[in-house]
């Protein structure tokens, strides 16, 4: 998970890696130093890849797997994709998998200790360095670390190092109200009409749910198409007040759901695990 802190449409985007080269900003390569090819993971199936993410930490169902699997499918070459906290790969090897040759995947990241996950917000700086580099391997090992452009930088500092739209964003960064909405916000603007935008532990986290309802709730600019379990999906689009309305209305009816998620928590936290249950928990951590 990463931790954070507009543009028009160009008909052509700038090839990336040149451009940072030439400002001078580093760049990861996830393809390691070894001269032999990355094994290619083309044509994969998404039950062959889930099961090869299994052992890659991670916060991510079947179900959101799925769905940034088949997002990620349905573009077209020269499509741009962006994921914000990539944390181990996880979900930037299903992105990775099933885009197809020709879109452009950039992971911004920067492995800094702090945001690992849930509860783990700061003091966490030994992992940061074994982070980074179990990602660059686990990407390797999933035969995709050539097509991944990892920019080790915090989400708002890395807006212009990412000139250009975006088509695919899948926002999974800090959990905090202040950077979830900057994220949303300056990132999203980037998005191309008719693009998604993913929305990792909405409706669970308070700081991620506070954000989508000051930016997508009555917000002119982003259908809410649904959700899996707490990854949750939006169109950009321009949308009239009744739009609005219906939009508003159909995120305000998962209120319930992120209530439920809050509770959970509170049992979890005062060791009432079992209780859990009875909200039809597994007793994990809501994501």
Known sequence: ???????????????????????????????????????????????????????????????????????????????????????????????????????ELIAIDPHGGNDRGPQELDGFVAEAEGDHETFLSNLREAGVGDRVIHLRKFSDDALDDVPGA???????????????????????????????????????????????????????????EGRSQTMSQFRRAQLTPIERLRNAGRQTLELPYFARNLLVKVLIVCHLRAATKLLGSNGEWPY
């Open 166 to 224: 975006v088509d695919l964003l899948y926002v999974d960064g800090a959990h905090r109200y202040g950077p979830a909405v900057a994220d949303i916000r300056s990132w999203g603007a980037k998005v191309v009409p008719g693009g998604r935008m993913l929305v990792h532990d909405s409706f669970s986290s308070v700081g991620v749910t506070l954000a989508l309802i000051a930016t997508t709730l009555v917000g002119p600019h982003w259908l809410y």
């Open 1 to 103: 998970m990463t931790y954070n802190r507009q543009t028009t449409v160009a008909p052509q985007r700038p090839g990336l890696i040149p451009r940072l080269a030439h400002l001078g900003v580093p760049i990861v390569s996830t393809s390691g130093s070894s001269n032999l090819p990355t094994p290619p993971a083309r044509n994969a199936s998404f039950d062959g890849v889930y099961r090869s993410i299994a052992d890659v930490q991670g916060w991510m169902t079947r179900d959101q797997a799925c769905r940034l699997w088949d997002r990620a499918g349905e573009l077209e070459p020269g499509a741009r994709v962006v994921e914000i906290g990539s944390f181990q790969g996880r979900s930037m090897i299903v992105l990775a998998s099933s885009a197809p040759e020709g879109v």
